[in-house]
């Protein structure tokens, strides 16, 4: 039962997950757990080399579930609580293999925090985004919000609740493409394709990169970047690349 709230389709090297929870994939220990393991098991397939990550139905993920809150007066509860929160983030970020968020509809709270741990965004013309803690008399998501919007749009979507649509985002150059609903997943599917093209082993260390330079002061982080050019300029991929470039071909990458 836990694996059809959120599948996990594979072909062509492209992993599609999809969160289906009806009717509006709000977020559960259950879904959160099986995130978590979706995320993890994409990590080391090796016939997988780039995610994309939507919802079924009109609602990407209208955000926590408010009916599976933790008991305050169990000891231990909202630790456990607060530690698969985290991780439901964490294994979209720290995923070995780029992730494409596919934004099918309405992403709010927790569904705008799966948005902010992925790679590249997309969304349809009907969605819309915001963090409507403060709505329930709660606080939280400020951390998600400040990778995504500017110090202004951020702290009105905080303290307010207000929900942006996609056609600002995409204006503001925050989304990379917004779209019909029916174009969604192929327009996903494109990028999703380009990148599959590149080298396995080199799209890995990309990005690891992209994560750990955020985290980085300037000089430390591109000497980072030259220890993994250094080490993958050794690698049979970096060599068949070069030969593909010379020869006017295509590559052939084989992951090592």
Same mark, same amino acid.
């Given at each position: ?5 959120v ?9 599609? %997950? ?17 995130? %978590? ?10 016939? =997988? ?15 926590a ?12 509860? $909202? ?19 780029p =992730? ?5 509809? =309405? +992403?709010?709270? &927790?569904?705008?925090?799966?948005m ?6 997309? +969304?349809?013309?009907e ?11 709660? +606080? ?17 979507? $905080? ?6 649509? &996609? ?5 503001l ?9 029916e174009?969604?997943?192929?327009e996903?599917?494109?990028l999703?394709?380009?990148? &599959?093209s ?19 002061p ?30 006017k071909? &295509?590559? =052939? $990458?084989?992951?090592?």
């Open positions: 039962m836990s694996g059809d709230i599948t996990l389709e594979v072909s062509d090297n492209i992993a599609l %997950v999809t969160l289906n929870r009806p009717p509006v994939n709000a977020l559960d220990r259950a879904m959160r757990d099986r995130i %978590v393991a979706v995320f993890d098991e994409i990590s080391e397939r090796t016939d =997988v080399r780039v995610a994309i990550l939507t919802g079924a139905g009109k609602v990407f993920c209208s955000g579930d408010l009916k599976d809150r933790p008991d305050p007066t169990k000891i231990g509860a $909202f630790h456990s609580h607060n530690r698969i929160t985290r991780e439901t983030g964490n294994c979209i970020r720290e995923c070995s293999k =992730v494409i968020a596919a934004i099918n509809g =309405v +992403a709010l709270g &927790a569904g705008v925090g799966l902010a741990s992925c790679d590249i965004f997309y +969304a349809s013309e969605a819309v985004f915001g963090m409507p803690e403060i709505n329930v008399g709660l +606080a939280g998501g400020a951390a998600m919000l400040n990778t995504l919007f500017g110090r202004s749009l951020m702290r009105r979507m $905080f303290f307010t609740g207000y929900r942006v649509p &996609a056609a600002e985002l995409y204006r150059g925050i989304i990379e493409a917004c779209t019909t609903r174009n969604l997943i192929p996903a599917m494109k999703a394709r380009e990148i &599959a590149k080298s396995p082993i080199a799209m890995e260390y990309a990005k690891n990169a992209a994560n750990m330079v955020e985290l980085m300037p000089r430390d982080a591109y000497r980072f970047e030259q220890n993994i050019t250094m080490a993958l300029s050794k690698t049979e991929d970096a060599k068949e690349a070069r030969m593909a470039f010379l020869e071909r &295509a590559p =052939v $990458f084989k992951g090592r």
